[in-house]
């Protein structure tokens, strides 16, 4: 139990660091055509660490709404 914690915590921070770059490049920019790759990878494995705990914990609402934002996430920044 406590290594969904760690999991789950470690998912958020990823998630939090990830707004890092998107930042610094709005500040140097003023525009947000280019998104920065590790700002993608980043909520990616965010996001595929929160639907693997979710899978595993048996909340199967909770990796859907996941799995979309996995879905969209991916399908969005691919194309």
Do not use: D, Q, W
Request: proline letters at 3%; one cysteine or more; a positive charge.
């Amino acid at each position: 139990m406590f290594s969904y914690y760690t999991a789950i915590l470690s998912a958020y921070i990823l998630k939090s660091i990830a707004g890092i770059p998107l930042l610094n490049e709005l500040m140097r920019k003023r525009e947000t055509n280019n998104i920065p790759y590790s700002f993608i990878i980043l909520n990616l494995c965010s996001a595929f660490i929160l639907f693997l705990v979710s899978m595993n914990s048996g909340y199967y609402i909770h990796s859907l709404v996941f799995s979309v934002f996995f879905y969209c996430l991916f399908f969005y920044n691919a194309f």
